[in-house]
């Protein structure tokens, strides 16, 4: 059976089992292995089969328009959408007993639309890269529809399969691999060669393709933090009445806020671009600050990290300041910190909450 952390609720809203929650009841590992490998299958013969009506079985580049590096890019894409949709719906279906809410329905969206950037623009950076390898090659009419199908295959494979074992951890890796590829392929296409010289929201500034990448990127960035800030708190034990609702509410600010960051660009909506922003900064540490109040059984070693997490963004906005930095290297900077601070926490919180299923037994057994 597969796990998942990502449908616990029972319709009460409490948490489904004590031991490792399962995700589909009545699938077996094997059965889900060949539903992956099934999904493959199918995407390879459609793929090649359009492949070959796109190309005409003539010789193409390797990657640049018209070529099928860029072909196999966007049937990727597409691809791993629809695989993870019907992933998702598969689990809903067999492990999760209550009606869907529309939260989980962006959540399956946004969950979807992630994969599909890192299958498009993994693939486009793949064949870039061969690219200058084979300077001036072509592939050749069979190798075409074989590249074509087979990329597509492993793309629905690794997505359906992903889209079924999803859990908290696999989901913020998916989470940090999503923001990382949309926000490079924004470095990289940008129209202002300078972009660099103002901030990282000058990125979206623009009305071009670039511009339109990392706004999106963000906005659904945003939805996969609230995701994570409303599954990721449930579970974990503390003494304080309202501790697991505050972190999760301001978890949830900071999702919010990032999105919002790409919903109103820096151009057009200067002030509240930069209160939003400057919001989800202070949520952070407003986080980091009563962490340990909110949940004292959280592990010393990890208050301590969002302390110095939080110090090193101080002194790089005073660096700033100062003149000695520039915006763009403190956003950079702090982007990161912050992205691995929530990705530690999830892990945190999931020990805790696996810690405390297990007391209860062990006590049973002690007594």
């Known amino acids: 059976m597969t796990q998942t952390s990502l449908d616990l609720p ?63 890019a966007i049937a990727s894409g597409v691809v791993a959408f629809l695989a993870v949709i019907g992933g998702r719906i598969l689990v809903h279906r067999q492990g999760v007993h209550r009606r869907l809410t529309p939260l989980d329905y ?77 926000v490079l392929a924004s470095m990289l296409t940008a129209s202002d060669p300078d972009w660099w010289k103002d901030n ?17 990127t963000i906005i659904v960035a945003g939805f996969l933090v609230t995701t994570l800030a409303r599954y990721s708190t449930r579970g974990i034990p503390t003494t304080h009445p309202k501790g697991i609702a505050r ?57 301590a990290l969002g302390w110095l997490f939080l110090a090193v963004t101080l002194v790089l906005a005073v660096f700033f300041f100062i003149g000695y930095y520039t915006l763009t290297a403190v956003e950079l900077v702090a982007g990161i910190l912050v992205f691995t601070w929530i990705v530690l926490f999830i892990r945190n919180a999931a020990a805790l909450a696996q810690d405390a299923r297990h007391e209860p037994s062990a006590e049973a057994s002690a007594g």
Request: hydrophobic share 60%; aromatic share 10%.
């Open 247 to 303: 972190v999760r509410l301001t978890l949830i600010v900071v999702g919010v806020f990032l999105g919002m960051v790409g919903v109103f660009p820096v151009d057009q909506f200067f002030a509240l671009h930069t209160g939003v922003a400057s919001g989800m900064v202070v949520a952070y540490g407003v986080l980091v600050i009563a962490l340990p109040r909110w949940i004292p059984s959280m592990p010393r070693a990890f208050v």
């Open 106 to 182: 962006v959540d399956v969206a946004a969950l979807a639309f992630a994969h599909a950037v890192i299958a498009l623009l993994g693939w486009t950076l793949l064949a870039v890269i061969l690219e200058d390898a084979f300077i001036g090659a072509e592939v050749f009419p069979l190798a075409v529809l074989i590249l074509a199908g087979a990329t597509s295959a492993m793309t629905a494979y690794l997505a359906f399969y992903s889209a079924t074992h999803m859990d908290l951890q696999l989901l913020a890796v998916v989470l940090a691999v999503f923001l990382v590829f949309g």
């Open 10 to 72: 029972s319709p009460e809203g409490q948490p489904r089992t004590h031991h490792a929650p399962r995700v589909l009841d009545r699938f077996s590992e094997r059965s889900l292995e060949s539903l992956a490998l099934g999904a493959g299958a199918v995407s390879f013969v459609i793929v090649a089969i359009l492949a070959m009506v796109a190309f005409g079985f003539q010789p193409t580049p390797i990657s640049g328009p018209g070529s099928v590096g860029q072909f196999a």
């Open 200 to 216: 990282l929201s000058a990125l979206g500034m623009s009305s071009n393709v670039s511009a339109f990448a990392f706004n999106i």
